[in-house]
């Protein structure tokens, strides 16, 4: 699915939106590249489960946050991880097992310990400064759930 966006608030709007088809133990990858907008949907996706927006932020150096709302909503931002293995350390596999919800900006290095249900989000610029274009894979369980969705 391929959605355009034309500015920030509309991202955050289609990822409040999105949220409502969030359920425990789902997992969802961001692919941008620097200032795409991917926290900035994820300001969106805590908004949509009931987390107060201010609590969503990208300080430099917090690669792990978790947001309490309808779910449970772990932010991790891989960007400064180099390997699997670091991803390991921090706990990533054991948050993967639990019934909360993970979502991971820089998914690259982590690509094998991900599930192969997922959803892929990948944001990329459009042709104004503040266009974004935004490219919805649905893995597994969300290729139907994505279809059930009206953005
Ligand atoms: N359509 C849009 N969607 C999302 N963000 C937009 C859009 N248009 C402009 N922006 C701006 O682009 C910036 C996106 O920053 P954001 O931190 O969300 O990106 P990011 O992909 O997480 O970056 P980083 O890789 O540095 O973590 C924000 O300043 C936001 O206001
Ligand atoms: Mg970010």
């Known amino acids: ?4 966006s034309p500015g920030s608030q509309h991202t955050e709007q289609l990822a409040r939106e999105l949220a409502v088809l969030l359920r425990t133990g789902d997992v969802i990858t ?5 200032g795409g907008g991917k ?19 990208s300080p430099t150096f917090v690669i792990w946050q978790i947001y309490e709302g309808r779910l449970r909503l772990h932010h991790l931002d891989a960007y ?3 390997s699997a293995d670091e991803l390991e350390e921090i706990g990533l596999a054991e948050v993967l097992g639990i ?5 991971l900006e820089w998914p690259g290095v982590a690509e094998a ?4 249900d997922r959803l892929h989000i990948s944001l990329n610029y459009g042709a104004s400064e503040d266009e974004r274009i935004l490219e ?4 597994g369980s969300w290729a139907a759930r994505l279809e059930d969705w009206r953005p």
Do not use: I, K, Y
Not at 39 to 57: H, N, Q, W
Not at 99 to 103: C, R, Y
Not at 136 to 139: A, H, I, N, W
């Open 113 to 116: 310990l991900l599930p192969q």
């Open 39 to 57: 926290t900035t949907f994820v300001r969106g996706l805590a908004a949509g489960l009931g987390v107060p927006e201010d609590e969503v932020s």
């Open 136 to 139: 919805l894979q649905g893995r």
């Open 1 to 4: 699915m391929r959605l355009v």
């Open 80 to 82: 400064r991880l180099r």
């Open 30 to 34: 961001l692919e941008a590249p620097l």
């Open 99 to 103: 019934q909360d919800v993970v979502v």
